[in-house]
C-alpha cells in the first residue's frame, strides 16, 4: 500500500498543445497507441482551433519519456510547435483515451 501511495504522490500533469497541421494525420490514435507503453494515464483530443491538447498524469521522467516517444512514432514533421506546460497532478484519468 505504501508503494501506490508514493506513486500517487511523485506524479505530476502535463499538458500539450500541438499546433497544426496536426489534424487528420491519426494523430490521437499514434498518441494512444505510444502511451499503451508508458505508465501514464490522460486524454487526447482535437481543438476547434485546429490544435490537438495532450494531457496526461505520471511520473515526470515517464511523461518526458512519452513526450519524446510521441515525436519518434514518425509524427514529429506534423508538429510545428507544442506548448508544455506543467502542473500538479489531479489523478482524474483512469486510463489514457482520446476525448471527443
Known amino acids: 500500500m505504501w508503494h501506490i501511495a508514493r506513486t500517487m504522490v511523485n506524479r505530476t500533469r502535463m499538458q500539450i498543445y500541438y499546433s497544426r497541421p496536426v489534424q487528420g494525420v491519426g494523430f490521437r490514435y499514434t498518441v494512444k497507441s ?6 501514464v494515464t490522460g486524454t487526447v483530443r482535437n481543438m476547434s482551433d485546429g490544435r490537438v491538447e495532450l ?3 505520471g511520473a515526470k521522467d ?3 519519456a512519452f513526450s519524446q ?7 514529429e514533421h ?3 510547435n507544442e506548448d ?3 502542473a500538479e ?3 482524474e484519468f483512469r486510463g489514457f ?3 471527443r
Not at 34 to 39: H, L, Q, R, T, W
Not at 69 to 75: C, D, K, R, T
Open 34 to 39: 505510444v502511451a499503451n507503453g508508458f505508465e
Open 55 to 57: 494531457v496526461a498524469e
Open 62 to 64: 515517464e511523461l518526458r
Open 69 to 75: 516517444a510521441i515525436h519518434q512514432s514518425g509524427l
Open 78 to 80: 506534423f508538429i510545428q
Open 84 to 86: 508544455v506546460s506543467w
Open 89 to 91: 497532478a489531479e489523478n
Open 97 to 99: 483515451e482520446i476525448a
